[in-house]
């Protein structure tokens, strides 16, 4: 009884990945090409591609701030990387893209901190700019990335996990350790917690703040260079749609827009839930168009139904989990 | 006479796993002021918002106005008569003062707005209350007193007979508490009830007609005002009687100067504030709200920038233009609004305690989080802090706690130099004299103490000496170690 009482508690507080699992039974049973290994590593790898993208927003938006620009700095950097690989190699060419993302995400954060340049503006303008440097580089056109090694990054499986995952997940350990261990990590949690607050404590608020924008960066490229070699292709316009299911994805999860609160568990969650959705309308075989509205309505009523129940909390009432858990 | 307006029967309410109130009745008269006292988590707050419809009762019946209510909404409380002022305004800072008055209740007939009607409405409701108030101009361009005012106004325009007010006078100086003050006097004539919270003994006993005591979630005693004494309502709040409202200070200052501040200028806030401190002094700034007191600390803090002047600690002048830099001098600040400026409220209290010297628990990287529960426990411990654990959020603990908790801050960060900026506000009667005695304690332990204050009281019972600020200047400078001071002298100079 005590197990199940526990186990249910834990239910209780974390909705979102009890909603996920019933869903995922759900989809197994309803649609046969679901629960297949090609199909779940498939998701796997999107997974890792959207994740490592999220991990960036996650820092950003734990401080207090969200990056309108990651997903053209996918696009950008996949350009980047495609275009440089023929001419330095594979891991200069890496390399290269990652400064290229630190230095933009250094301007960013710069004009967010020191110039107190709103970040809605500034990321919103670096977005802009980025969509129109990644279409310049290669005249609007995409750019194949002709190097079997660095298009090995994107293929490589380990069993039947994507090794694009495994780096996702090793990159989420030590961003769990970051911010759960580090004083980086507590200092991203004080200044979205309270920016003046932090301030008024002696901690270096600006450079905490620039650097946000320079995580979120240099993740978003991460995540440009992996669908570059997931893909084989630099794609000027492929990571544009992403900044929106990363910031939902990371909310979803759990993680406060208001900042201050959240970590990279949750981001997992919320960024699974996403994805998750997009390929079970496709293993139930459902119109793509259609299939946009039905997610809109589930993410909303999702994270509703998991706002609701906290307001209950706090004022006292209890849901109708907490009463079944009472009982036992 | 015994006509009861409201009435509370055996109301309960738990939350998780904490009892906020066990069987409180509560009866109140028409036309009477009505104060309820109590330390902070005694459970007025959650009373009040019961009432209001925030909360909803375990069990437990309320009457209001002859009938049995169920009020489930602030809007519902209004329809039955009943209006609250929190402590925190409910004003909507960028609307005008007649927009704030009717809002949600803008709209008489048709789409268009009849904006003349609304704010001849609002001036008069102001006038009603004697606040001569321009209804047009935005809420943000009021003073505190200006926007309780409006509060009041917006309360009585829902034609409530009852009107609670949770600490009115927390955030007001002396003359416009006495305003405040006046314009209950004339509700009372208008045979309006007014339910009034306070900590503050001076109020009560000089407003209300009777006094009701919460103490633990248990309504402990009700008493006609002119029946009771002080005394006995702060014994009762306390559960215990208290010996003195200030402790007596063990050690005394030394001369050694420990921070010299000189012609400190910041336009057009400070002109040309020089002081000193000494090693194991408490130096006391009086003055009134917009005297400069905040601005001064926060300008020593680097906090805010500063036209001109110098600082000096320990005889080394030094550059501090920003709270890094302070803190690196061993200077701290206690901010006035601690929910604000004080603490990160989502935080456990063990992360709110090494917020300022996180680096001291790192090894190799990693923040040693066993390290930082033991600072954490030691500090709770020392300072009393009531919790759960060290890992309790700071959002749930109560006004003196958290208080004690920035202190606990301060006292791990190790300053030398403490600036103590309103210390004790909105923290009830036996939290404070906890907080009292560790201000002395440091002192004797050889830190340099500035405490603003608008409590008189408090700045003659516990300064060493007392700076009196006057529209951004120092107007006066009062030896206080044996407590000779009085409040009348540094009343006229605050004055001016």
């Known amino acids: 009884m005590k197990i199940c009482k526990s186990v249910l508690n834990f239910f209780i507080r974390e909705k979102i990945l009890l909603a996920l699992l019933v869903m995922f039974a759900v989809v197994s049973a309803a649609a046969d090409s679901f629960f297949t290994v090609g199909n779940l590593s498939n998701l796997l790898i999107q997974v890792g591609l959207y994740g490592v993208v999220a991990l960036g927003m996650t820092f950003a938006i734990i401080g207090g701030d969200f990056d309108l620009g990651a997903g053209p700095m996918v696009s950008f950097s996949s350009m980047a990387v495609a275009l440089l690989l023929g001419r330095v190699g594979v891991v200069p060419a890496i390399l290269i893209t990652l400064f290229i993302a630190f230095c933009l995400g250094l301007c960013n954060g710069l004009l967010v901190a020191k110039a107190k340049i709103n970040s809605f503006i500034v990321t919103f303008g670096s977005m802009v700019i980025l969509q129109g440097m990644a279409l310049t580089l290669g005249d609007g056109s995409p750019a194949a990335t002709n190097h079997p090694a660095f298009n090995q990054i994107g293929a490589l499986q380990i069993g039947r996990i994507s090794f694009i995952f495994i780096i996702f997940m090793v990159l989420l350990l030590a961003c769990h350790w970051i911010l759960r261990y580090t004083q980086f990590g507590r200092n991203i949690y004080a200044i979205g917690g309270n920016y003046e607050v932090a301030r008024s404590s002696g901690i270096h608020v600006d450079f905490y703040k620039a650097s946000l924008f320079v995580l979120s960066a240099v993740f978003a490229a991460v995540g440009g260079i992996l669908m570059a070699a997931r893909v084989n292709t630099g794609h000027p316009t492929i990571g544009d749609d992403m900044t929106m299911t990363v910031i939902a994805g990371v909310v979803i999860g759990g993680t406060s827009l208001s900042g201050g609160k959240g970590n990279v568990w949750r981001t997992l969650l919320g960024i699974f839930v996403m994805m998750f959705l997009s390929n079970a309308f496709d293993a139930l075989v459902i119109q793509p168009y259609i299939q946009r509205v039905i997610k809109g309505l589930i993410i909303i009523s999702v994270v509703a139904i998991d706002s609701y129940s906290k307001t209950k909390i706090d004022v006292g009432d209890a849901g109708v989990l907490s009463k079944i858990s009472k009982k036992l | ?496």
Not at chain 2, 10 to 22: C, N, P, R
Not at chain 2, 284 to 296: M, N, S, W, Y
Not at chain 2, 381 to 392: H, Y
Not at chain 2, 397 to 415: E, F, I, R, T
Request: glycine share 8%; aromatic share 4%; charged share 30%.
């Open chain 2, 1 to 496: 006479m015994d006509d009861i307006v409201l009435e509370m029967k055996h109301i309960s309410k738990q939350f998780v796993g904490v009892k906020a109130l066990d069987d409180v009745s509560l009866s109140v008269r028409r036309g009477e002021v009505h104060a309820i006292c109590g330390e902070n988590g005694a459970g007025k707050s959650t009373l009040m918002k019961i009432l209001n419809g925030i909360y909803r009762a375990d069990s437990g019946e309320i009457w209001l106005n002859g009938k049995l209510r169920n009020i489930q909404s602030p809007e519902e409380a209004h329809k039955a008569g009943l209006s609250i002022i929190f402590q925190e305004f409910n004003l909507v800072d960028t609307l005008s003062v007649a927009e704030n008055i009717y809002l949600g209740r803008l709209r008489e007939k048709g789409v268009k707005l009849n904006w003349r009607a609304i704010e001849r409405r609002a001036e008069e409701q102001l006038k009603n209350i004697g606040a001569e108030i321009d209804p047009r101009i935005a809420v943000s361009r009021l003073s505190v007193s200006q926007k309780q005012m409006v509060e009041i106004a917006k309360a009585l325009s829902y034609d409530a007979n009852v009107i609670v007010m949770d600490e009115p006078s927390a955030t007001l100086t002396d003359k416009e508490a006495q305003k405040l003050f006046s314009v209950i006097s004339d509700l009372k004539k208008k045979q309006i009830t007014v339910i009034y919270i306070s900590h503050k003994m001076d109020e009560v006993f000089a407003l209300s007609d009777r006094i009701t005591v919460l103490r633990d979630g248990v309504a402990v005693s009700t008493a006609a005002t002119k029946d009771t004494t002080r005394r006995e309502v702060i014994a009762s709040m306390v559960g215990r009687a208290m010996e003195n409202e200030y402790p007596v200070r063990q050690g005394r200052r030394t001369d050694e100067t420990v921070m010299r501040v000189t012609h400190i200028r910041r336009k057009p806030v400070l002109h040309d504030v020089s002081f000193e401190v000494k090693k194991g002094e408490i130096l006391g700034i009086a003055g009134l709200v917009g005297a400069g007191r905040t601005e001064l600390v926060r300008a020593v803090f680097g906090a805010d920038p500063v036209s001109e002047g110098q600082i000096e600690i320990k005889g080394v002048q030094k550059k501090i233009k920003s709270p890094m830099d302070a803190i690196k001098n061993g200077v701290a600040l206690v901010n006035e609004d601690r929910k604000e400026l004080g603490l990160v409220l989502k935080f456990p209290i063990a992360e709110n305690i090494s917020i300022c010297k996180i680096g001291s628990i790192v090894r190799k990287g990693f923040i040693q989080r066993k390290q930082e529960n033991r600072i954490a426990e030691e500090y709770t411990g020392k300072l009393a802090i009531k919790s759960t654990s060290c890992r309790q959020k700071c959002v749930f603990l109560s006004g003196g706690n958290q208080q004690k908790v920035v202190l606990a801050k301060w006292l791990y960060a190790d300053a030398d130099i403490l600036l103590l900026d309103e210390p004790t506000r909105g923290i009830d009667v036996g939290s404070k004299y906890e907080i009292y005695k560790w201000i002395n304690r440091l002192a004797d332990a050889g830190k340099a103490v500035v405490m603003i204050s608008s409590e008189l009281p408090e700045i003659l019972g516990l300064s060493d000496r007392i700076l009196v600020l006057h529209r951004g200047k120092v107007a006066g400078e009062f030896e206080n170690e044996d407590k000779t001071a009085t409040a009348e002298e540094i009343m006229s100079c605050a004055i001016g």
